[in-house]
Each structure stands twice: as structure tokens, then as C-alpha cells.
């Protein structure tokens, strides 16, 4: 079964500072693979996609994400955080044929300190 | 802009009484879903439908059910609310070969 990963519960960072979040995924074919943003009370938001083409993705909000096959991985990174990028992050994955159930991972709590 | 709607958005209830959530969307999407997902935790599936007619439950056992009547209505129903059910509920619309779009979701406190 497809299973997403994101180790980091919490990450800290400083306003200004860079953002790497971590993702890794685990089917043996490339999946579709998304990034959401949650704020507290609120619905997700989609960051960014992968569906096929260039690995590098650029997503709103400043935020990209990089698409390693050899790795698994789909890390988001944004250059310089500001404090209104404090909230739960998701990277979720869809198998590209067959199921049609978003699989999310646990999620991981930005903390912006000013 | 994701055209997907959950009412009420925050709902205090007592024990025992039967509740419905709203979820509507007006994209058209033939695939729908109910997430659970209680304060700073990962989401749990707890139903899904693939169309008109069709229900499925999901991978976390829930005592909720849902009807799929319309194509653009979801509603989850709860017959006999209990304190264990406190948590928001988050519904999710798609089409083959796109992302989830969500709605703001609703959070249900039973006392």
C-alpha cells in the first residue's frame, strides 16, 4: 500500500529564514504527489503539484517543491518565511492510475519565530 | 477557486441527538470524501464516494453514514452524537487526474 512521510512533527524556523519541509513516499510508480497548507479552524489548501515534467514545482506563496525519484522525496522549500507561514503543512499522494483516494501524511507544524 | 461548501462550520450539540454536516460543491466532481481530523493530527478517511449512488467507508472506522443522492451532495449524518465524536470534519471533492479541493470544514463539539 501507498504510504507518505513526513518526519518532522514540528519545525522552528526564524521570519527571513529558509524552509525545507521533508517528504518522502513509498509505491514503486511515480505518483501525483501535492502539497497543502492548513491554517487553525480552517480547510487545506493546495501549496503546489507534481504530476509529470519538470521536477522542480513552483506553487503559491512563494513555495517550490522538488520532485526526486531517486529518493522518493518531494520536499517543499520556500527562501525566506514570513510569520503568515505558521501552520500545519500536508504532503499527500495519488497513485496515478487506479486509486482515486488522496493519501495524506501526518502533517508538520511550522513555527515562525519573529 | 475550489467551489466546495461545509455547513455549519462550527456546531456545539448535546449527547444523544442526530446530526447531519453539509458538504456541497459546485465543480461538478465525481468523487467526494469525509476526513476526520481532530486539532493538529493527520487526517483520517473515513468515507468516500465515487459517484451518484455509490458510498464507501474508509480506513478509520466511524459511526457516521453518508448518502450520495446528488452529484454535487455529501452529507454525513450521525444518528446518536457522543462526546467521542468531538472533532472537524473536512470534505473533499475531485475529478480523475486533479488534486482534492476542501471545504473549510466543521467542527463538532458533542457535550
Known amino acids: 500500500a501507498q504510504s507518505v512521510t513526513q518526519p518532522d512533527i514540528h519545525i522552528t524556523v526564524s521570519e527571513g529564514a529558509s524552509l525545507e519541509l521533508r517528504c518522502n513516499y513509498s509505491y514503486g510508480a511515480t505518483p501525483y504527489l501535492f502539497w497543502y497548507v492548513q491554517s487553525p479552524g480552517q480547510g487545506l489548501q493546495l501549496l503546489l503539484k507534481y504530476f509529470s515534467g519538470d521536477t522542480l514545482v513552483q506553487g503559491i506563496k512563494g513555495f517550490e517543491a522538488e520532485f526526486k525519484r531517486s529518493q522518493s522525496s518531494f520536499n517543499l522549500r520556500k527562501p525566506s518565511v514570513h510569520w503568515s507561514d505558521a501552520a500545519e503543512y500536508f504532503c499527500?499522494?495519488?497513485?496515478?492510475?487506479?486509486?482515486?483516494?488522496?493519501?495524506f501524511g501526518r502533517g508538520t507544524s511550522l513555527i515562525v519565530h519573529p | 477557486e475550489a467551489d466546495i461548501y461545509q455547513t455549519p462550520r462550527y456546531l456545539v450539540i448535546g449527547t444523544g441527538k442526530k446530526i447531519t454536516l453539509e458538504c456541497s460543491q459546485t465543480m461538478g466532481h465525481d468523487k467526494m470524501y469525509w476526513y476526520q481530523q481532530d486539532p493538529g493530527m493527520e487526517l483520517h478517511l473515513i468515507h468516500y464516494?465515487?459517484?451518484?449512488?455509490?458510498?464507501e467507508k474508509g480506513d478509520l472506522s466511524s459511526e457516521s453514514t453518508v448518502s450520495r443522492i446528488r452529484t454535487e451532495h455529501f452529507p454525513l449524518t450521525l444518528e446518536s452524537a457522543r462526546p467521542s465524536h468531538t472533532s472537524q470534519y473536512l470534505c473533499a471533492s475531485k475529478r480523475t487526474g486533479t488534486e482534492a479541493f476542501f471545504g473549510q470544514g466543521t467542527r463538532l463539539t458533542v457535550v
Open positions: 464516494s465515487y459517484g451518484v449512488n455509490s458510498t
Open positions: 499527500a499522494v495519488l497513485l496515478s492510475g487506479g486509486s482515486y483516494i488522496p493519501t
